[in-house]
């Protein structure tokens, strides 16, 4: 299992987040806004 950082909020960091929980992954989200940092870790939960 690896940790994985994705800067940015948009839709490649959802994307991208949702294949890498789904392998096992850590994953943690940064941004500006911390409500769309928050909306993308909801969706990949």
């Known amino acids: 299992m690896s940790s994985i950082t994705l800067i940015g909020t948009g839709n ?3 994307t991208i987040s949702t ?3 789904a392998g096992g992954n850590t994953v943690e989200v940064m941004g500006r806004d911390q409500p769309k940092a928050d909306d993308v870790n909801e969706f990949t939960d």
């Open 12 to 14: 490649m960091a959802r």
């Open 19 to 21: 294949l890498a929980v």
